[in-house]
């Protein structure tokens, strides 16, 4: 039996196709944002804030992919429906620490294993989402 395990993380040059994606709807679409790629383990692995994004979205797109990777499922829709009829674990997960709910975050699976997540962040949820899709249809 053995005693170690290894895991798969996205590499450096997937991260800046991603970004490039992201980027490219949220000027589509009208909006600035921060964009936030962690590895399978949660370590940022790569950042980008467009001019004049919204400052707190730097820290939100953090907390989206966290929450994304450390769970294996995407903030937003998938996560409320998880907690809305459970008091305990709706009020429960808002204590843990870089939790975060809204929609935007989402799991970077390639050949069915969790290999990161992005989290973006700088407008509505739902617009977030998009770039999120976007970056993620690149893969």
């Known amino acids: 039996m053995s005693k170690t395990f290894s895991s798969s993380s996205i590499n450096l040059e997937s ?35 467009m001019d004049n994004a919204p ?26 429906n998880f907690i809305k009829d459970d008091p305990i674990l709706n009020n429960g997960v ?8 809204l929609g935007g975050g989402a799991p970077i699976m390639i050949e069915n294993q969790l290999v990161g997540a992005v989290g973006v962040s700088g407008a509505h949820y739902s617009q977030d989402e998009s770039c999120a899709k976007a970056a993620l249809d690149i893969l």
């Open 15 to 49: 991260c800046q196709k991603m970004g490039d994606a992201a980027i490219a709807k949220a000027k589509e679409i009208g909006i600035t944002i921060a964009l936030t790629i962690v590895d399978s383990s949660g370590n940022l692995k790569y950042f980008i804030r």
């Open 55 to 80: 400052l707190i979205a730097t820290d939100i797109s953090r907390k989206k992919a966290i929450t994304a990777v450390g769970f294996g499922m995407p903030t937003g829709e998938a996560w409320h």
């Open 94 to 101: 808002q204590n843990i620490h870089d939790f975060m709910l």
